[in-house]
């Protein structure tokens, strides 16, 4: 059975960082792409970031400068390093892994960023 497990999430103060990891049990886990997604309150599910089996990476516009994806194929893990966290960025941070034909979802971790 698939899953996706993030961890790394939690409270921080505004200009803070976090890392979240993701552990993936995903046979051939280096074929596939790996993302970040996050939903805000009333908010749709947005990309914040991607990497795919060639380590190219993908940002959406808000974090950009400010968090950074990377993945580390013997350990099946992708992270993302948030730095200079903003109020804005709390949200559930979700992991996804897809391929050709399949697609995965992890169960998502809160990351809050209050004073």
């Known amino acids: 059975q698939v899953q996706l497990v993030e961890s790394g999430g939690g409270l921080v103060q505004p200009g803070g960082s976090l890392r979240l990891s993701c552990a993936a049990s995903?046979?051939?886990?280096?074929?596939?792409?790996m993302g970040w997604y996050r939903q805000g309150p009333g908010k749709q599910r947005d990309l914040v970031a991607s990497i795919t089996s060639g380590g190219t990476r993908n940002y959406g516009d808000s974090v950009k400068g400010r968090f950074s994806i990377s993945r580390d194929n013997a350990k099946n893990t992708v992270y993302l390093q948030m730095n200079s966290l903003k109020p804005e960025d709390t949200a559930v941070y979700y992991c996804?892994?897809?391929?050709?034909?399949?697609?995965?979802w992890g169960q998502g971790t809160q990351v809050t960023v209050s004073s």
């Open positions: 995903i046979s051939r886990f280096s074929l596939y792409t």
């Open positions: 996804r892994g897809w391929g050709f034909i399949s697609d995965y």
